[in-house]
Protein backbone atom coordinates (compact mmCIF):
# COMPACT_ATOMS: atom_id res chain seq x y z
CA UNK A 1 0.00 0.00 0.00
CA UNK A 2 0.81 3.88 -0.13
CA UNK A 3 -0.98 4.41 2.53
CA UNK A 4 -1.22 3.16 6.17
CA UNK A 5 -3.00 4.53 9.51
CA UNK A 6 -2.07 2.62 12.48
CA UNK A 7 -5.08 1.91 14.99
CA UNK A 8 -8.21 1.04 14.43
CA UNK A 9 -9.94 4.08 16.25
CA UNK A 10 -12.35 6.36 15.12
CA UNK A 11 -9.64 9.08 13.93
CA UNK A 12 -8.30 6.31 11.64
CA UNK A 13 -11.01 5.30 10.16
CA UNK A 14 -12.13 8.96 9.56
CA UNK A 15 -8.71 10.10 8.44
CA UNK A 16 -8.84 7.14 5.58
CA UNK A 17 -12.32 7.66 4.68
CA UNK A 18 -11.24 11.36 3.85
CA UNK A 19 -8.32 10.59 2.04
CA UNK A 20 -10.39 8.86 -1.05
CA UNK A 21 -12.83 12.09 -1.56
CA UNK A 22 -10.82 15.32 -0.17
CA UNK A 23 -9.43 17.91 -2.21
CA UNK A 24 -5.12 18.44 -2.09
CA UNK A 25 -6.09 21.78 -0.36
CA UNK A 26 -8.26 20.75 2.24
CA UNK A 27 -5.79 17.66 3.77
CA UNK A 28 -1.71 18.05 3.25
CA UNK A 29 -0.49 19.66 0.10
CA UNK A 30 -0.03 17.19 -2.53
CA UNK A 31 -2.35 15.86 -5.15
CA UNK A 32 -0.55 12.51 -4.77
CA UNK A 33 -2.64 11.79 -1.13
CA UNK A 34 -6.01 12.69 -2.67
CA UNK A 35 -7.10 10.38 -5.69
CA UNK A 36 -9.81 7.80 -5.45
CA UNK A 37 -7.41 4.97 -6.48
CA UNK A 38 -5.06 5.64 -3.67
CA UNK A 39 -4.07 2.43 -2.41
CA UNK A 40 -4.50 2.42 1.65
CA UNK A 41 -4.55 0.00 4.93
CA UNK A 42 -5.61 0.63 8.45
CA UNK A 43 -3.58 -1.69 11.00
CA UNK A 44 -5.30 -2.46 13.87
CA UNK A 45 -3.65 -4.73 16.91
CA UNK A 46 -6.65 -5.95 18.47
CA UNK A 47 -9.36 -8.78 17.04
CA UNK A 48 -12.19 -5.55 16.34
CA UNK A 49 -11.98 -2.30 15.55
CA UNK A 50 -13.02 0.92 17.72
CA UNK A 51 -11.63 -1.48 21.24
CA UNK A 52 -10.29 1.11 23.18
CA UNK A 53 -10.54 4.64 23.29
CA UNK A 54 -13.30 5.57 20.51
CA UNK A 55 -15.29 2.61 22.08
CA UNK A 56 -15.19 3.86 26.05
CA UNK A 57 -16.24 7.03 26.48
CA UNK A 58 -18.60 9.42 27.65
CA UNK A 59 -20.26 9.06 24.04
CA UNK A 60 -21.00 12.87 23.90
CA UNK A 61 -21.98 15.10 21.18
CA UNK A 62 -20.09 18.19 22.22
CA UNK A 63 -21.32 21.62 21.66
CA UNK A 64 -18.10 23.52 21.88
CA UNK A 65 -18.91 25.54 25.20
CA UNK A 66 -15.61 24.95 26.61
CA UNK A 67 -12.87 25.95 24.08
CA UNK A 68 -11.23 28.92 23.60
CA UNK A 69 -13.31 31.51 21.27
CA UNK A 70 -11.10 31.34 18.22
CA UNK A 71 -9.14 28.41 18.86
CA UNK A 72 -9.08 25.37 16.09
CA UNK A 73 -10.70 23.32 18.76
CA UNK A 74 -13.74 25.60 19.16
CA UNK A 75 -14.43 25.90 15.47
CA UNK A 76 -14.06 22.39 14.22
CA UNK A 77 -16.12 21.21 17.65
CA UNK A 78 -19.39 23.52 16.65
CA UNK A 79 -18.60 22.80 13.22
CA UNK A 80 -18.51 18.86 13.63
CA UNK A 81 -21.30 18.67 15.81
CA UNK A 82 -23.26 19.39 12.96
CA UNK A 83 -21.25 17.08 10.54
CA UNK A 84 -21.59 13.98 12.91
CA UNK A 85 -25.58 14.28 13.47
CA UNK A 86 -25.56 14.90 9.53
CA UNK A 87 -23.67 11.09 9.08
CA UNK A 88 -25.36 9.60 11.44
CA UNK A 89 -28.89 10.34 10.10
CA UNK A 90 -27.24 9.17 6.59
CA UNK A 91 -25.81 6.19 7.95
CA UNK A 92 -28.95 5.61 10.32
CA UNK A 93 -26.78 5.23 13.36
CA UNK A 94 -28.65 6.35 16.76
CA UNK A 95 -28.50 8.79 18.71
CA UNK A 96 -30.46 10.82 21.11
CA UNK A 97 -29.98 14.78 21.60
CA UNK A 98 -30.85 14.89 25.04
CA UNK A 99 -28.82 18.26 25.96
CA UNK A 100 -26.93 19.22 28.72
CA UNK A 101 -27.15 21.36 31.50
CA UNK A 102 -24.08 22.89 33.02
CA UNK A 103 -25.15 23.88 36.78
CA UNK A 104 -24.22 26.46 39.35
CA UNK A 105 -25.20 24.92 42.84
CA UNK A 106 -24.16 28.37 44.79
CA UNK A 107 -24.01 32.32 44.61
CA UNK A 108 -20.21 31.44 44.15
CA UNK A 109 -20.31 29.41 40.76
CA UNK A 110 -22.32 32.31 38.86
CA UNK A 111 -19.80 34.22 37.65
CA UNK A 112 -18.01 31.45 36.38
CA UNK A 113 -20.97 29.96 34.74
CA UNK A 114 -21.95 33.72 33.21
CA UNK A 115 -18.33 33.32 31.66
CA UNK A 116 -18.75 30.12 30.88
CA UNK A 117 -21.97 31.32 28.66
CA UNK A 118 -20.03 34.54 27.10
CA UNK A 119 -17.36 31.81 25.75
CA UNK A 120 -20.21 29.64 24.20
CA UNK A 121 -21.61 32.48 22.53
CA UNK A 122 -18.23 33.59 21.25
CA UNK A 123 -18.18 30.27 19.95
CA UNK A 124 -21.35 30.67 18.14
CA UNK A 125 -22.73 27.60 20.20
CA UNK A 126 -26.39 26.72 18.73
CA UNK A 127 -29.34 27.51 21.18
CA UNK A 128 -27.67 27.63 24.46
CA UNK A 129 -29.31 30.49 26.85
CA UNK A 130 -29.62 30.42 30.63
CA UNK A 131 -32.02 29.08 32.67
CA UNK A 132 -33.20 29.60 36.30
CA UNK A 133 -33.91 27.33 38.91
CA UNK A 134 -37.23 26.74 37.39
CA UNK A 135 -36.66 25.65 34.13
CA UNK A 136 -33.63 23.46 35.67
CA UNK A 137 -36.22 21.70 37.60
CA UNK A 138 -38.18 21.20 34.60
CA UNK A 139 -35.91 20.00 32.62
CA UNK A 140 -33.91 17.79 35.74
CA UNK A 141 -36.04 16.86 38.60
CA UNK A 142 -33.07 16.04 40.35
CA UNK A 143 -31.57 19.35 40.17
CA UNK A 144 -33.18 21.23 42.85
CA UNK A 145 -33.32 22.75 46.59
CA UNK A 146 -33.27 20.43 48.98
CA UNK A 147 -33.59 20.66 53.14
CA UNK A 148 -31.20 18.89 54.82
CA UNK A 149 -32.08 17.51 58.37
CA UNK A 150 -28.46 17.04 59.29
CA UNK A 151 -27.16 20.30 58.18
CA UNK A 152 -30.29 22.68 59.10
CA UNK A 153 -30.25 24.15 56.00
CA UNK A 154 -31.30 23.92 52.26
CA UNK A 155 -28.66 22.42 49.57
CA UNK A 156 -28.66 24.47 46.42
CA UNK A 157 -28.89 21.84 43.82
CA UNK A 158 -29.12 24.47 41.10
CA UNK A 159 -29.71 27.77 41.23
CA UNK A 160 -28.46 28.52 37.27
CA UNK A 161 -27.39 26.88 34.80
CA UNK A 162 -26.54 27.07 31.09
CA UNK A 163 -28.72 24.81 28.66
CA UNK A 164 -27.72 23.49 25.63
CA UNK A 165 -30.27 21.53 23.80
CA UNK A 166 -28.00 20.74 21.05
CA UNK A 167 -25.45 18.37 22.92
CA UNK A 168 -26.44 14.49 22.33
CA UNK A 169 -24.71 11.38 23.04
CA UNK A 170 -24.16 8.63 20.49
CA UNK A 171 -22.22 4.75 20.48
CA UNK A 172 -18.77 6.34 18.95
CA UNK A 173 -17.77 3.06 18.53
CA UNK A 174 -20.82 2.38 15.94
CA UNK A 175 -20.25 5.33 14.23
CA UNK A 176 -16.31 3.88 13.95
CA UNK A 177 -17.36 1.12 12.35
CA UNK A 178 -19.64 2.67 9.76
CA UNK A 179 -16.56 4.99 9.20
CA UNK A 180 -14.36 1.74 9.06
CA UNK A 181 -17.36 0.22 6.21
CA UNK A 182 -17.07 3.39 3.97
CA UNK A 183 -13.17 2.92 4.03
CA UNK A 184 -13.20 -0.29 2.68
CA UNK A 185 -16.25 0.20 0.30
CA UNK A 186 -14.06 2.81 -1.02
CA UNK A 187 -11.06 0.32 -1.88
CA UNK A 188 -9.49 0.19 1.56
CA UNK A 189 -8.35 -2.76 3.08
CA UNK A 190 -8.55 -3.36 7.17
CA UNK A 191 -5.62 -5.28 8.59
CA UNK A 192 -6.76 -6.44 12.32
CA UNK A 193 -4.44 -8.25 14.96
CA UNK A 194 -1.75 -6.75 13.39
CA UNK A 195 0.43 -5.67 16.31
CA UNK A 196 3.34 -2.74 15.02
CA UNK A 197 6.37 -3.80 16.61
CA UNK A 198 9.18 -1.93 14.31
CA UNK A 199 9.58 0.81 11.42
CA UNK A 200 12.68 0.76 9.35
CA UNK A 201 13.99 1.97 6.28
CA UNK A 202 13.57 -0.46 3.31
CA UNK A 203 15.21 -0.87 -0.04
CA UNK A 204 12.18 -0.78 -2.40
CA UNK A 205 12.20 2.67 -3.74
CA UNK A 206 8.16 3.22 -4.52
CA UNK A 207 7.37 2.16 -0.56
CA UNK A 208 10.42 3.02 1.60
CA UNK A 209 9.23 2.60 5.06
CA UNK A 210 9.09 -1.39 6.41
CA UNK A 211 6.29 -2.11 9.34
CA UNK A 212 7.14 -5.08 11.27
CA UNK A 213 4.72 -6.79 13.15
CA UNK A 214 5.27 -9.24 16.63
CA UNK A 215 4.43 -12.21 14.48
CA UNK A 216 7.02 -11.29 11.59
CA UNK A 217 4.68 -9.85 9.06
CA UNK A 218 5.48 -7.03 7.11
CA UNK A 219 4.02 -3.92 5.42
CA UNK A 220 5.89 -2.04 2.71
CA UNK A 221 4.57 1.50 2.34
CA UNK A 222 4.94 5.01 1.12
CA UNK A 223 3.36 7.43 4.37
CA UNK A 224 2.25 6.26 7.36
CA UNK A 225 -0.69 8.77 9.07
CA UNK A 226 0.05 7.55 13.02
CA UNK A 227 -3.32 7.99 15.54
CA UNK A 228 -2.53 5.30 17.83
CA UNK A 229 -3.87 7.50 20.91
CA UNK A 230 -2.62 6.40 24.43
CA UNK A 231 0.53 4.38 22.57
CA UNK A 232 1.23 7.70 20.03
CA UNK A 233 4.94 8.35 22.55
CA UNK A 234 6.11 4.23 21.93
CA UNK A 235 5.00 4.27 18.11
CA UNK A 236 6.84 7.54 17.87
CA UNK A 237 10.10 5.69 19.77
CA UNK A 238 9.68 3.24 16.74
CA UNK A 239 10.47 5.46 13.97
CA UNK A 240 13.59 7.11 15.71
CA UNK A 241 11.87 10.05 17.37
CA UNK A 242 12.57 10.74 21.33
CA UNK A 243 11.11 9.13 23.93
CA UNK A 244 9.79 12.97 25.22
CA UNK A 245 6.93 14.09 25.37
CA UNK A 246 5.66 11.01 27.35
CA UNK A 247 2.30 10.35 27.69
CA UNK A 248 0.27 9.98 31.09
CA UNK A 249 -3.38 7.94 30.26
CA UNK A 250 -6.21 8.77 33.67
CA UNK A 251 -8.80 6.50 33.46
CA UNK A 252 -12.35 8.03 34.62
CA UNK A 253 -15.10 5.94 35.18
CA UNK A 254 -19.21 6.50 34.73
CA UNK A 255 -21.84 5.61 36.79
CA UNK A 256 -25.56 5.88 35.79
Same mark, same amino acid.
Given at each position: PEL???? @? @?IDDSATLKRSFCLSSVELFTSSWFCRPNLRTVLIEKEAKLAAHQSGHNSGVLHAGIYYAPGSL #??? %???? +?? $??AYEYCDLKGIPYKKCGKLIVAVDKEEISRLENLFDRAQKNNCKNICIVNSDKIREIEPYCQVEYSSKFKFNLLKGIKAIWSPHTGIVDWSLVTL #???EDFKQMGGDVELEWTLKGIEESNNSNNPVRLIDGRGKELFVKY &? &???? +? %??? $?RISQLSGCSEYPKIVPFRGEYLS
Open positions: TCEN @G @G #KAR %LCVQ +GI $DM #KMA &I &ITCT +G %LYS $D
